[in-house]
Structures are given as C-alpha cells and as structure tokens.
C-alpha cells in the first residue's frame, strides 16, 4: 500500500488514491505493453487513395428547412428510435452473445490535447498527436462488425479540431452509430454546432463545472453562454440531445446546485462525478501537489449534504444520467473504500486511444497493459474479474457505474414495462428502481 499513502499524502486528497502496489506493478510494468496499430498497407493505388482518408461530409444534409423545427412528438420519437437501435437491440445481443466482447458503449480518443487547463484533469497531454482519419475509420468499421452502436467521442477536447470530428460524426451516424460528443465548449460556435448537428450528432455533453470562471476550474457556463444557447435552441431543429457534466470540487459546491437548476430551465439532463485523483501517478500531469480542486475530509458533511440534495432533485424527477445509489456511493467513495462493483469495463465498454491501442476503461488510460489494439483485441475477463476485485473499490466511474447498473435484466424489463405503459414519452431515462 505505500504507493497509495504516498500518493494520498501528497494530494492530501479524500480520495484513496488508487490502486496497490501489486496491481501498479501490473498496470505499469508489464513485460511487454500494447504496440500501436500499424498503419494500413495499401494493395492498391485506389486502396491508398480511399481507404485511409474518412468521406468528405455532404453538408448541409438535413431533411428540415432552416427556421422548420421538429416538433415535441416527432422530437420524442427520434430519440426513442435512436434508443432502442444504438442501446437496446446491442444490450439484448450481447446478452445471447456473453462470451465475445460485445462493448455497447465505445470510448474514441480523437484527441488527447485540450485548449484548457482543468487542475483535477490528468486527461489530456498536448504532446499527443491527434487520431488519424484511418484510425478513425478503422475503429468505426471494428466497432460495426462487434455489435456496438453507441460511440463517445473523447479527448483533451474533441473540438480542437472541428473538420475531423464533423467527418468522424458523418462517417458514424451513416453506420448507424449514436454518436456522443463531450466537450467543455469553448470551441464549439454556431458553425460548429451546426455542422455536428446536421451530420447526426445524438447527444452533446458539454462539461460545465462552475458559473463564473475559478482558479483551478475553467469551464465555467458564462464563458460559453452564448453557445449554449444556440447549442439548446438547435436541439429540436436536428433531432440531439444535450446534457450537462459536472465535477464535485473542493470548490464549486455552491455552483453544482446553481448549474443543477439552470440544466433544469433549460429541460436537459445532468451527470455529476464526484473529483477523483488519478489511478495512477503519471508525468504529464502537473497538479498532484496542492491541488485545490481536491475533496479534503473537511468537505465531507458540505459533500453528503449536497449528494442528499441531488438525490432529492432526482426523486423530484430532474432529469439526471446517475442512478441515485450511485450518488449514495459517492459518499463512501470520498471517505476510503466502496464495496466492490459488478464493472463491465472491457467486456461491455472499451477505450481506444488515439494509436488504436485498447484499455477496459478512462481510469486505465495511462497503463501500459497490453489490452490489444483495434481489430485485435486482449481482453481476458478472467484477467478484467481479478483486476477489478481491487480497482472498483476505489473507482466510481460515472458512465460504467450506469453500464453496470443498466447491465441487470431484470432492471431493464422493468423499466421497459414503465416506458411502454406511459407510450415511451415522459418516463426517467435512467434505470431506477
Ligand atoms: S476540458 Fe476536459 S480534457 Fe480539458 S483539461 Fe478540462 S477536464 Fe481535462
Ligand atoms: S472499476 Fe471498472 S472503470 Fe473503474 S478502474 Fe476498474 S475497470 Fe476501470
């Protein structure tokens, strides 16, 4: 355990920080590591011209006229379709299909740099070079033949460069994807929603941790205010859906019920995540010391009060992705340990990184295990069920606490049975009991 206390010593972090020793050693020091996907060989000249590059998107391509909005009901019905084809039809697939890996949900890291700084983010490194549009279109393409049909657009920023993720968006869409694009939204003006938005975005999850801009916190709301206005005002013109992501801090709890309530007058959802340090000490992230953004055991009650507040919100029936034992978890989480959780990391959900190499999961990103790469998975769940005895005690990611809450049958049928008796419209999306 001495590479935890050390690591929390340093942080002076609530959050146990985060694997032991033995699981370190694994993650970080294998004896061999993933190798990048090699670039394709061309057999043919035409082969070079077409199969490496990603389509020119048409645009525009809409079927609605400019000032023509889809109204409430062709609006529902949109995205009830798009549900039940990108989440539903792969979830029940994957069941009769168990043994393979069968991800519903694909992590994309188009990007890994980000054109802001975040001090609780090791998530982004502005040495690594971006995806290129044969990787892309290579991971697409795999992902396609494995069953997936919902994929996250991830980075850094996504939008720091909005001409691949507008062909990347156009190229999925086609396949049929659900495609999820995350961002913090400083790059993301009028031009650039519109042309996501008209190549089939599904839902944009824009990443908002506070009101006015922090030190330690940029993505405040009212530096983009102007785009997410435009970006809620264009939801029903191209059939997408939008949500609000928000990191509980050490010091934006006053802004978390803020936001709460400005996502709720503006009808979309929200997510939270509770601030994790990382799982593993990496060099590119700068602000492991003194980092403000931290939880201290000082923030615990403000905490607890805040994730009763939510989970009341909830049960008011805001709209939120978190099941409520999520947000009941995130209290044990910021004191020490959770129980361990029936994870699907690396069964049911996979990142890709920007060389085509393959981890289980956001957490894992930085390890070198070699997991395979695109069109060559590694997993081995034998390998994923040891690993994840250790690491979901001191994990809570957000978008698989939902995969594994949502991986229940008999929750889905019930919540199923709950849509179909209110005609799919005006039931919670999330799976709660
Ligand atoms: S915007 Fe996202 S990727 Fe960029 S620093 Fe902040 S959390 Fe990290
Ligand atoms: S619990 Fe799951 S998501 Fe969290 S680190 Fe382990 S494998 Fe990854």
Redesign the pocket.
């Known amino acids: 355990m001495a590479e935890v206390e050390n690591l929390e010593r340093r942080t002076g972090a609530s959050v146990p920080v985060?694997?032991d020793v033995q699981l370190h050693d694994l993650l970080m020091k294998p004896k061999t590591g993933p190798t990048a996907t090699p670039p394709l060989q061309p057999k043919s000249r035409s082969e070079e011209s077409q199969a490496l590059m990603l389509p020119e998107p048409v645009y525009p391509q809409h079927p609605l006229p400019e000032g023509v909005d889809f109204n409430e009901r062709q609006y529902q019905n949109i995205n009830t379709k798009r549900a039940f084809k990108c989440w539903a039809l792969p979830f029940v697939k994957s069941r009769f299909r168990a043994s393979e890996l069968r991800p519903i949900i694909a992590y994309l890291f188009t990007e890994f740099k980000c054109n802001v700084d975040c001090h609780y983010c090791w998530s982004y490194n502005n040495d690594v070079k971006g995806m290129t549009e044969d990787m892309a279109r290579r991971s697409i393409d795999w992902l396609e033949s494995t069953g997936c049909r919902v994929l996250a657009l991830m980075g850094g920023e996504p939008l720091l460069r909005p001409g691949f993720i507008h062909k990347v968006v156009y190229y999925a869409a086609k396949k049929g994807f659900y495609v999820y694009l995350p961002t913090n939204g400083r790059l993301m003006r009028p031009e650039v929603i519109d042309r996501v938005g008209d190549a089939g975005i599904g839902i944009v999850n824009l990443a908002i941790d506070c009101v006015e801009e922090k030190p330690g916190l940029p993505k405040a709301l009212n530096r983009i205010r102007p785009y997410f206005d435009y970006l809620i005002k264009r939801q029903r013109h191209y059939g997408y859906t939008v949500m609000m992501n928000i990191n509980i801090t050490h010091i934006n709890q006053d802004d978390v019920k803020e936001l709460t309530e400005i996502a709720r007058a503006n009808g979309i959802a929200t997510d939270y995540h509770l601030n994790e340090a990382p799982?593993f000490e990496q060099d590119h992230f700068k602000h492991l010391d003194d980092n403000t953004t931290y939880l201290t055991p000082d923030d615990f009650p403000k905490v607890d009060a805040l994730l009763d507040y939510l989970i009341d919100k909830s049960r008011q029936g805001y709209k939120m992705a978190n099941p409520q034992q999520h947000m009941h978890d995130m209290k044990k989480l910021m004191r020490g340990k959770v129980k361990p959780?029936p994870?699907?990391?690396?069964q049911n959900n996979l990142i890709i990184r920007p060389a085509g190499t393959l981890a289980?999961?956001?957490?894992?990103y930085s390890s070198t295990y070699d997991w395979g790469t695109v069109g060559d998975h590694k997993f081995d769940v034998h390998q994923?069920d040891e690993?994840?005895k250790?690491?979901?005690t001191?994990?809570?990611?957000t978008?698989?606490?939902i995969l594994s809450h949502c991986y229940d049958t008999s929750r889905v049928i019930r919540w199923g049975l709950k849509q179909a008796l209110h005609g799919f419209r005006g039931v919670s999306g999330h799976f709660e009991d």
């Open positions: 985060r694997v799982m959780w994870c699907r990391a690396g289980p999961c956001f957490p894992m994923l690993m994840k250790t690491c979901s001191t994990c809570l990611s978008c698989n606490y």
